[in-house]
């Protein structure tokens, strides 16, 4: 394996360049003032949504495991004799429907055997793909946080788990042992193992991830896509000998590739008969450190204080949309007949400063506000787009901080609230009618999802100017909505809020009950709210067909 530098590996992991617009003076900034925009909302649904698109990422990876998850000695009120308790009370806020461990690059260094049975028992050993870049990201692995305590805390939050095999330094055989020490019954030879270890029930985990990104030279034993197919097709053999019901995933493209749809086309013609689900990875940001310093240090000096970056960020989500159109395009036209796959997104997020973000992380009210528009994206390709986990849940480009300095939520965490608490199941078709940013992909000011539930609307409204408020016509078409709606918003005066330690809940969820003044004429439902500057609000109201 050839030795991997700090800054060639970051370049290799799927940061892409929004815009080559960057300059090193902050934009001047406007003068505030009101914008108008109209919504228009259809009754009949789209698709559903699947609640799997909430799903989480744990890896052994800086704070992310190992002084975040697990910090086990820190006290003795711990669960699981290792995680803290207001952590588990964050992690439990976010509803997550998913969770994917052991990673990420991680995955493909490591044997799950080292991870189970009594801790003081258990390996120490090299954390093979993160100590190329440092022991701050890739700290010794003592294994004490492993299969059994993932898979308890995933019962303890009520997520479904998702387990990624190791390809690159592993084998079938090991993976098939793995679906049986988690799914196989008690008689079983690994299925005996789960139970002397305090679980006599199996686990029944249902997605497995075959490697992870293993078409990249970045990762440990890479493959090309013709070699990946014919392990797809063994491991796939070997895993589902153990358990014929489980969901397999194989590794696609992790960000922007011109050869997209041939490296694609490989895999779903040559293996497509043995996975269920393409994996794809897309981390946006604005810059390119490893390929401009220069660029990097200006970013860097105006990250908070400049409202053309505020844009940028913004912007990234034109990025992410059409790579997840060209995946989706490639799902239509390269699988199997009869057997359609589906899309997991399972690593996306935004990802600024490479090495230390990695480590440990925050993200501002900017931040949290591009994740609802990368929600509401989501919604938009549910029919394909079924599986979805943000990188990463805790620490390291982590929803949630947490260290022996305390635990709090960041912006995106409290975004992942609004949406799993409110969304309903089905998305109803909008339209909207008004401003675009100022910037040149000419996204719209308003970003607006409508989703619906039974005789409940919940309109997820997204202001993404940064010093306008937003009026906002809204027409309910063949619906007659409630007058009074749930509203719930995030929003704080400065846009570049962060959560800390110093002040945990600078940024928190506001929720009251608001009156609409709502029009009616048998056909349509009307009414107008008003929307603050650089927010996310939404709206629950009864909603019933006219």
């Given at each position: 394996?050839?030795?991997?530098?700090?800054?060639?590996?970051?370049?290799?992991?799927?940061?892409?360049?929004?815009?080559?617009?960057?300059?090193?003076?902050?934009?001047?900034?406007?003068?505030?003032?009101?914008?108008?925009?109209?919504?228009?909302?259809?009754?009949?649904?789209?698709?559903?949504?699947?609640?799997?698109?909430?799903?989480?990422?744990?890896?052994?990876?800086?704070?992310?495991?190992?002084?975040?998850?697990?910090?086990?000695?820190?006290?003795?009120?711990?669960?699981?004799?290792?995680?803290?308790?207001?952590?588990?009370?964050?992690?439990?806020?976010?509803?997550?429907?998913?969770?994917?461990?052991?990673?990420?690059?991680?995955?493909?260094?490591?044997?799950?055997?080292?991870?189970?049975?009594?801790?003081?028992?258990?390996?120490?050993?090299?954390?093979?793909?993160?100590?190329?870049?440092?022991?701050?990201?890739?700290?010794?692995?003592?294994?004490?946080?492993?299969?059994?305590?993932?898979?308890?805390?995933?019962?303890?939050?009520?997520?479904?788990?998702?387990?990624?095999?190791?390809?690159?330094?592993?084998?079938?055989?090991?993976?098939?042992?793995?679906?049986?020490?988690?799914?196989?019954?008690?008689?079983?030879?690994?299925?005996?193992?789960?139970?002397?270890?305090?679980?006599?029930?199996?686990?029944?985990?249902?997605?497995?991830?075959?490697?992870?990104?293993?078409?990249?030279?970045?990762?440990?034993?890479?493959?090309?896509?013709?070699?990946?197919?014919?392990?797809?097709?063994?491991?796939?053999?070997?895993?589902?000998?153990?358990?014929?019901?489980?969901?397999?995933?194989?590794?696609?493209?992790?960000?922007?590739?011109?050869?997209?749809?041939?490296?694609?086309?490989?895999?779903?013609?040559?293996?497509?008969?043995?996975?269920?689900?393409?994996?794809?990875?897309?981390?946006?940001?604005?810059?390119?450190?490893?390929?401009?310093?220069?660029?990097?240090?200006?970013?860097?000096?105006?990250?908070?204080?400049?409202?053309?970056?505020?844009?940028?960020?913004?912007?990234?989500?034109?990025?992410?949309?059409?790579?997840?159109?060209?995946?989706?395009?490639?799902?239509?036209?390269?699988s199997p007949a009869g057997k359609p796959i589906k899309l997991s997104f399972d690593e996306w997020n935004l990802w600024y400063r490479g090495y230390s973000d990695l480590y440990q992380s925050n993200f501002?009210?900017?931040?949290?506000?591009?994740?609802?528009?990368?929600?509401?994206?989501?919604?938009?390709?549910?029919?394909?787009?079924?599986?979805?986990?943000?990188?990463?849940?805790?620490?390291?480009?982590?929803?949630?901080?947490?260290?022996?300095?305390?635990?709090?939520?960041?912006?995106?965490?409290?975004?992942?609230?609004?949406?799993?608490?409110?969304?309903?199941?089905?998305?109803?078709?909008?339209?909207?009618?008004?401003?675009?940013?100022?910037?040149?992909?000419?996204?719209?000011?308003?970003?607006v999802s409508a989703t619906r539930q039974g005789d409940t609307l919940a309109l997820f409204l997204v202001n993404r100017h940064l010093d306008a408020e937003v009026s906002s016509r809204c027409t309910c078409?063949?619906?007659?909505?409630?007058?009074?709606?749930?509203?719930?918003?995030?929003?704080?005066?400065?846009?570049?809020?962060?959560?800390?330690?110093?002040?945990?809940?600078?940024?928190?969820?506001?929720?009251?009950?608001?009156?609409?003044?709502?029009?009616?004429?048998?056909?349509?439902?009307?009414?107008?709210?008003?929307?603050?500057?650089?927010?996310?609000?939404?709206?629950?109201?009864?909603?019933?067909?006219?």
């Amino acid at each position: 394996m050839h030795q991997i530098k700090r800054r060639s590996f970051l370049a290799a992991t799927g940061a892409v360049l929004i815009s080559p617009r960057l300059t090193a003076q902050p934009a001047e900034a406007s003068q505030p003032g009101s914008l108008g925009a109209s919504v228009t909302i259809e009754r009949e649904p789209l698709h559903a949504l699947p609640r799997t698109q909430y799903g989480h990422f744990l890896e052994h990876l800086g704070r992310c495991i190992k002084g975040g998850v697990w910090a086990e000695g820190e006290s003795e009120d711990m669960f699981l004799g290792g995680i803290r308790r207001e952590l588990l009370a964050e992690m439990r806020a976010v509803k997550p429907a998913l969770i994917r461990y052991p990673g990420g690059c991680f995955a493909d260094g490591y044997h799950w055997r080292d991870g189970i049975g009594p801790r003081s028992q258990r390996p120490l050993r090299k954390n093979l793909a993160w100590s190329r870049l440092g022991q701050k990201l890739g700290p010794e692995e003592d294994n004490h946080f492993g299969t059994d305590e993932f898979l308890r805390l995933c019962e303890e939050l009520g997520a479904e788990p998702q387990l990624t095999a190791n390809v690159g330094s592993g084998t079938a055989a090991e993976a098939a042992a793995w679906v049986e020490y988690t799914n196989g019954p008690k008689d079983s030879k690994w299925g005996s193992e789960r139970v002397k270890n305090g679980h006599p029930e199996p686990y029944q985990v249902k997605y497995w991830f075959i490697g992870n990104e293993i078409l990249g030279w970045h990762e440990l034993g890479w493959q090309k896509p013709v070699q990946y197919v014919e392990t797809l097709k063994r491991y796939a053999q070997a895993m589902r000998r153990v358990d014929p019901g489980i969901k397999l995933l194989a590794s696609g493209t992790f960000g922007p590739n011109p050869n997209h749809a041939e490296i694609h086309q490989t895999l779903l013609q040559g293996a497509g008969d043995h996975f269920d689900y393409l994996s794809v990875h897309l981390y946006a940001t604005e810059w390119v450190a490893p390929r401009n310093l220069w660029r990097y240090q200006i970013l860097n000096r105006q990250r908070r204080p400049s409202r053309g970056l505020y844009y940028e960020i913004m912007a990234a989500l034109s990025v992410q949309q059409q790579y997840l159109e060209d995946c989706i395009s490639d799902l239509r036209q390269f699988s199997p007949a009869g057997k359609p796959i589906k899309l997991s997104f399972d690593e996306w997020n935004l990802w600024y400063r490479g090495y230390s973000d990695l480590y440990q992380s925050n993200f501002n009210l900017r931040d949290g506000l591009w994740v609802a528009s990368a929600l509401n994206l989501h919604h938009r390709y549910a029919q394909e787009l079924e599986l979805a986990n943000i990188s990463q849940m805790v620490n390291c480009l982590g929803l949630i901080v947490s260290t022996n300095q305390g635990t709090f939520p960041t912006a995106s965490a409290l975004v992942f609230r609004i949406y799993t608490e409110n969304v309903g199941d089905e998305l109803l078709p909008s339209q909207v009618d008004g401003p675009a940013l100022p910037h040149p992909t000419g996204l719209p000011v308003l970003d607006v999802s409508a989703t619906r539930q039974g005789d409940t609307l919940a309109l997820f409204l997204v202001n993404r100017h940064l010093d306008a408020e937003v009026s906002s016509r809204c027409t309910c078409q063949g619906l007659q909505v409630g007058t009074v709606a749930k509203r719930v918003e995030l929003h704080h005066p400065d846009a570049f809020k962060y959560n800390t330690y110093a002040d945990p809940r600078a940024l928190r969820i506001s929720e009251r009950s608001e009156t609409l003044k709502v029009e009616s004429d048998g056909a349509a439902s009307r009414f107008s709210v008003q929307l603050p500057a650089h927010s996310l609000t939404c709206l629950v109201l009864e909603a019933k067909n006219l």
